[in-house]
């Protein structure tokens, strides 16, 4: 079976669920605004986060996470464990076991990369790849986008209720809000803006810069494949991955640091443990004649 390629993470933070146990208490200030139906209503960053964060509780519930001992988990801490706090966020992250080309991050700092991708990219390819989705939530194009769905999706029920006041957000809502997310896309803008973040994040931290033109290379070659339709589609009010390439090398080569890059052997096995062997010597004894 191919695999199917979602691209989300490089072109949009998604999250998928249905069914939600959670109650969320925004407080009066929001609501109010939520049973007015006000257009510019603004959910806070802490709403927002507050939100994501139940989401992906949900999303971790219902898709294999791998686990502490895990080769990808490994892979995945010794990459990116240092890099999960910065100016203004705090990250969490985790793998889930899932043949897509696909990682993610939400409004609260939770970072998904699912191991389809991990499969097919290097350390510093995958590093450029999780610098993305840093710039999306310390850009708050994360925060935008759960706005904008909860405004869409939740306050439409909201509007609808006669009470005096509603203090959390229901199981149905936050379906709707999660329907609405799947839809979501970041704007070209944000899209551009994270790719800069990006490539400044590899310049920053020693990394190769080159490694960011590298990965959508690999992500303009799936598009030319089977899934190319599909894609397109997502991909519709995005920049093209091939242009960006071409951006990300032509930072590189602004800078002075171009240098055709070459993939790196991928490890997401468990090292192997090595085992040293005790050697025992042997006393002898000499009798006296």
């Known amino acids: 079976m191919k695999k199917k390629i979602i691209i989300a993470g490089l072109l949009l933070a998604t999250l998928s669920f249905t069914k ?39 999303l971790d519930s219902t898709n294999q996470v791998a686990g502490p001992n895990d080769g990808y988990t490994l892979r995945l801490n010794r990459v990116f464990g240092k890099h999960t706090s910065g100016e203004g966020f705090t990250l969490n992250y985790k793998v889930y076991k899932l043949k897509e080309v696909n990682a ?11 191991s389809g991708l991990m499969d097919i990219m290097d350390d510093n390819e995958l590093l450029a790849v999780i610098g993305h989705e840093i710039g999306h939530v310390a850009n708050n194009d994360s925060r935008d986008a759960m706005r904008a769905a909860y405004q869409k999706e939740a306050l439409i029920d909201g509007v609808s209720s006669q009470s005096a006041k509603i203090s959390a957000v229901t199981d149905s809502q936050l379906g709707k809000i999660g329907s609405a997310l799947i839809d979501s ?63 990300a090398k032509a930072r590189a080569e602004k800078d002075g640091l171009y240098k055709p890059y070459v993939q790196q052997k991928i490890v997401n096995t468990v090292p192997a443990k090595t085992t040293t062997k005790k050697t025992t010597t042997k006393k002898t004894t000499t009798k006296k004649k």
């Not at 939520?34 to 802490?46: C, D, E, I, P, R």
């Not at 303009?220 to 390439?245: L, Q, T, V, Y």
């Open 104 to 114: 993610f991050a939400t409004a609260d700092g939770s970072v998904r990369v699912y």
């Open 185 to 247: 896309k970041h704007s070209r803008k944000q899209e551009t803006e994270a790719d800069l973040y990006s490539y400044d994040f590899l310049k920053k931290n020693g990394y190769n810069v080159n490694a960011e033109e590298s990965a959508f290379r690999i992500l303009a070659k799936m598009s030319e494949g089977a899934e190319a339709s599909f894609i397109d589609r997502m991909m519709s009010s995005h920049p093209d991955s091939k242009k960006r390439a071409d951006d």
């Open 20 to 58: 939600m146990n959670a109650q969320i208490n925004l407080g009066d200030k929001a609501i109010g605004a939520l049973q007015k139906g006000v257009a510019s209503f603004t959910l806070s960053n802490t709403d927002a986060a507050t939100l994501s964060k139940e989401a992906v509780r949900k």
